[in-house]
């Protein structure tokens, strides 16, 4: 029976006190900034910051030949095909898709000289094509993986290939079981116990962020970025690979558990738009349909043969058929100046 009655209370206990940091409480409330006070933060803040340099000159790229400048055109489609991940391709078939990708790269690819320009790219391809042509055969997504594999100098978080991304990107987790002021004492739980230290994180000011209740109080939570790569399990929950332990100074402790993050769809009646409002003082809003039918909106990029091969046409009303992982159309020039490509499905947003 005491047994018992000892487990009751331990789980009382540990119910009040986790009730007690999770509620809005007057401490809260009464570190509430004014938005004038907010805003003066947050530009003091931005003050501090020192960025690198933001002068684009060096990447600008100048077309002497008009005919260079158009180019582009030849890699942009706005259709879908159906990605057949299981196609065979022949290392011909796979060796030209791999060309017609860097001849795209170099005339559509914004970040082209930026990351590295003709040396880079270029021994990426070489790489890519030795791989290739150590196959007697592959599959799409064979080809897929080996591109990526040699990309990963591309440090840009849009670019993928059929939602594979090179480079890793950094999504943050929210440990909101606790929600915390900012106060003259420093950080301090909504019961007011100040936090003394976190494990393993010593700069609490790069640990706390600010961030919103959903009790639509500004408030702070421990934010962690981590590594994820992306390769189509995106939608898929991610979970954080360690908990916080939260010490105060009246000596106890909070070990908190973050949030499961993942990307966020919702699918909206068509043509209904974000509408954001104010309600007693609490922002609320429909979220926006941000994808079309289920699926990412982008540039589409086809594989070929390479922009130094004197053979290939790569004018507008170049009659060349190419061959590469898509299989639809694209209209290049004006109406008189179509001609068809039979590519069968890589792309790059």
Request: contains cysteine.
């Amino acid at each position: 029976m005491n047994s018992k009655l000892a487990s009751l209370l331990c789980c009382l206990i540990m119910l009040v006190s986790f009730s007690g940091c999770t509620k809005v409480t007057q401490l809260v409330k009464d570190a509430q900034p004014t938005k004038a006070e907010l805003l003066a933060e947050i530009n003091e803040e931005h003050r501090r910051y020192e960025g690198g340099s933001s002068d684009p000159t060096p990447y600008l790229r100048h077309y002497d030949d008009p005919a260079d400048a158009q180019k582009s055109t030849d890699y942009l489609t706005d259709t879908y095909s159906e990605y057949d991940a299981a196609k065979e391709l022949n290392p011909e078939e796979a060796e030209e898709d791999v060309n017609y990708l860097f001849d795209a790269f170099y005339y559509d690819f914004a970040f082209y000289d930026y990351f590295g320009g003709h040396a880079v790219f270029d021994q990426a391809k070489a790489d890519t094509l030795q791989e290739v042509q150590s196959r007697d055969s592959l599959t799409c997504e064979d080809l897929q993986k080996i591109l990526v594999s040699h990309l990963t100098f591309i440090k840009d978080g849009h670019f993928n290939i059929n939602q594979d991304y090179p480079s890793e990107k950094d999504i943050p987790f929210f440990f909101r079981q606790v929600m915390f002021v900012k106060t003259d004492s420093g950080y301090q739980n909504a019961n007011g116990k100040v936090v003394a230290s976190v494990d393993d994180h010593p700069d609490l000011d790069e640990l706390f962020k600010r961030s919103i209740s959903k009790e639509g109080y500004l408030v702070y939570y421990p934010v962690l970025l981590k590594e994820a790569k992306f390769d189509g399990t995106e939608w898929d929950k991610h979970v954080c690979d360690e908990q916080l332990t939260v010490h105060y100074a009246d000596g106890s402790t909070d070990v908190l558990t973050a949030d499961t993050w993942s990307q966020y769809y919702k699918d909206l009646p068509k043509g209904q738009n974000t509408d954001l409002r104010q309600t007693d003082g609490k922002r609320s809003g429909r979220k926006r349909k941000t994808e079309s039918d289920g699926k990412r909106s982008g540039r589409k990029c086809k594989l070929g043969t390479d922009r130094n091969d004197p053979g290939t046409d790569r004018t507008a009303g170049g009659g060349a058929e190419r061959k590469g992982t898509l299989e639809q159309k694209s209209r290049v020039g004006d109406e008189d100046d179509k001609r068809d490509r039979k590519i069968k499905r890589i792309y790059i947003f």
